[in-house]
């Protein structure tokens, strides 16, 4: 399968910090890619430059072979490169459903005043986007709370209706912050096989997460990243071997690495 992402000799500096250094790898298309590294290693920033939250110091972001970087974030979005929403852009006063209609808007033919004022395309639009608001939500065992109001829902919920937001907008590639935090261990499984299942649809998976566990059962491949720099790339397999990422480690609790 051919590169879908390109990162090419991505650097960014804060001041006299250098959070990500000279960082390259490319993300094959349908595969799911973890990004992890010790706390402060720069997985954030990486993620930022790559959603084009962020400008980088230097080197750059390919998709599709177009250079991303420097664009605004939402012409990224448009384009297929989609961030997963945080809880703070959920409507808390909205249904489910409703939420990942609104969603759908990013991609819409119609124009937003057209939407609400009910105009062929948008009638056919908004017929369209529950259509398919009812198969991400089931995707994701979302179907049977869909009526209910996001304010009631509880996190692991929230964190799974931020990922149907982001499945809305039709990406080619999903870039899941942390996707695991703050779970228990089923809720953990759940949402593994939730990510497999987003996979499944064709959806390029990079992700950013510090449950070692969940990250060497979901990935593909992992990219490991130590003071900015990345130090390792390889499968679930080598990564756990590799010394350089046991050395990256060295002096963190071994449950919470899950070696
Ligand atoms: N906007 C900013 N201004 C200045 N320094 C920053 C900024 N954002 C991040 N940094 C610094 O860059 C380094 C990398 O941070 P980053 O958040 O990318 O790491 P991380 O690997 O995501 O960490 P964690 O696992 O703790 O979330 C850190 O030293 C951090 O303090």
Redesign the pocket.
Known sequence: MGDILQISGLT?R??G?V??NNVSFSVHEGEILAVI????????????LVASF?RPTAGEVRFQGKRISGLSPHVVARMGVVRTFQETTIFKGMTVRDNVIIAHQLRARASLPGFYFGSLTAREDEAEFGRSADEILELLGLERIRDEPALSLPHGHLRALGMAIGLATRPKVLLLD?PFAGMNHDETVRAVDMVRGVRNRGVTILL?E?DMPAVMRISDRIVV?NF?EKIAEGTPTEIRHNHKVIEAYLGIEDEAIGF
Not at 39 to 47: D, E, R, Y
Request: aromatic share 8%; hydrophobic share 40%.
């Open positions: 960014k804060f001041g910090l959070a990500v590294g010790p706390n402060g290693a720069g997985k954030s920033t990486l993620f930022k962020l942390e950013v510090h990243l900015g």
